[in-house]
């Protein structure tokens, strides 16, 4: 099945600076990548997504990459605010055996003011 | 429209017991599915169902009984509760078949159970 790793855990950042969060995945028939903000005590809350035939999505202060050749993709935040603190979570969709997003572990930023 | 809700936000069971967690969405959203969230380990798929009285398991199935037979409701069932797990759990819909918009999970609110 699918395996997404999700790095760093953990990333503090100064308020202003950008933060960038990296993800692979192993299963190459994955073709949708969402990524999800999760507030403490909160729902996981969709904040971008892309599709395997697009390289490139941004919106407003968040983008996100994809390389599908390496099968990584990465979350861009630039000019980060302290309510951009919260955990963020990758996943990758996949058909294969079963319809099902896999997660990855999460990666908790922090914007110190 | 109210979303994806989850019943009851909170939960204390004793070893043994068996409850089931409830979701409702309203939506018509065809896609639902079972996650429960442990530290350091994101989100693990339990089950899902692609529609009504269809269902299949996903990852961390075991312990964990669920049906369909309404497109609006996704019940979890606990068979015998252990401490093993004490988690959060989360449901969640979509609409799509095919990557791309409705694709997205949805997510209730979340049922934070302790089993002691």
């Known amino acids: 099945g699918e395996n997404v790793e999700q790095h760093p855990s953990t990333l503090s950042v100064q308020e202003g600076d950008s933060a960038v969060i990296k993800c692979t995945y192993s299963?190459?028939?994955?073709?949708?990548f969402p990524w999800y903000k999760q507030e403490l005590g909160k729902r996981p809350q969709l904040i971008i997504d892309?599709?395997?035939?697009?390289g490139e999505k941004k919106d407003q202060r968040i983008a996100v990459t994809l390389n599908k050749t390496a099968k990584h993709f990465s979350l861009h935040i630039t000019e980060t605010q302290p309510e951009d603190s919260a955990v963020y979570f990758c996943?990758?969709?996949?058909?294969?055996?079963?319809?099902?997003?896999?997660f990855g572990s999460g990666t908790r930023l922090q914007v110190q003011p | 429209n109210a979303g994806v809700t989850q019943t009851p936000k909170f939960q204390v069971l004793k070893t043994g017991q068996s409850m089931t967690l409830q979701c409702a969405q309203d939506?018509?959203?065809?896609?639902m599915s079972w996650y429960r969230q442990d530290p350091g380990m994101g989100l693990r798929l339990i089950h899902y169902?692609?529609?009504?009285?269809?269902?299949d398991q996903g990852e961390v199935p075991n312990g964990y009984n669920v049906s369909r037979s309404t497109t609006e409701d996704f019940p979890l069932r606990l068979l015998s509760a252990a401490p093993s797990q004490t988690s959060v759990y989360f449901c969640?819909?979509?609409?799509?078949?095919?990557?791309?918009?409705?694709?997205?999970?949805?997510f209730g609110q979340g049922t934070r159970l302790t089993v002691v």
């Open positions: 969640a819909s979509s609409y799509g078949r095919k990557a791309g918009p409705g694709t997205e999970a949805f």
């Open positions: 299963d190459s028939a994955s073709n949708y």
């Open positions: 892309i599709r395997s035939n697009v």
């Open positions: 996943a990758a969709l996949t058909y294969t055996g079963r319809r099902a997003l896999t």
């Open positions: 939506m018509n959203h065809e896609y």
């Open positions: 169902s692609v529609g009504a009285g269809i269902t």
